[in-house]
């Protein structure tokens, strides 16, 4: 029978790019500049990134690059994933001082709530010793794209496991929810 844990987490041959995979240690190409006639490459290592595109687009575009004679609506030109901090780093506002930036902490009511994930602009991932995954935090703030071949050729070095398809779900639709949101304007009464 398995843990909850283990019904969490899977492991792929990584033949392709699923849904829900969690990489570790990825430079990701932030922003290319000329000065002086040089490019400047500004690149950032992401210590943890989860792959939130839908596995289905993801299962017809590794179909379709490998057909020949066919047409290319199904190919996708970027992969949409978003970074997840170590948790104990991200309490304490520590999780990206390497970009130079200073996080508020997390007191421990606000905690509570975000890994029960009732925060809705937060999610939190459980541990798993065996795939080397530690407590992480996405928060749904922060999301890259990635050109599709890049991580194809870079995927299986830095694979750990696999959100499993019920949980990918939770996951795909609390960032949706999250990125779907509307900002409601301050209506003042007529005597303001």
Known sequence: MKSKIDSIYSKHDCTRVCQGDILRDFEYVKWASTEDKKIRINIIT????????????????????AATGTNHDKFLQSI???????????????????????????????????????????????????????????????????????????AKNHYLGTINELFRESLSQRFAYYLSRIGLPVIKDKEE
């Open 46 to 65: 992401l210590p943890y990134i989860v792959v939130l595109t839908q596995d289905c687009d993801l299962k017809w575009d590794f179909e379709h690059h």
């Open 80 to 154: 949409l994933v978003c970074p997840a901090y170590s948790a104990e780093a991200f309490r304490e506002g520590s999780h990206l001082k390497t970009m130079d930036l200073v996080m508020e902490k997390i007191n421990s009511s606000q905690w509570n709530i975000l890994i029960k994930n009732q925060n809705s602009r937060y999610h939190f991932l459980q541990n798993h010793r065996e795939l080397q995954i530690p407590n992480l935090v996405i928060d749904f703030k922060h999301y890259y794209t990635i050109p599709r071949d890049i991580l194809y050729t870079e």
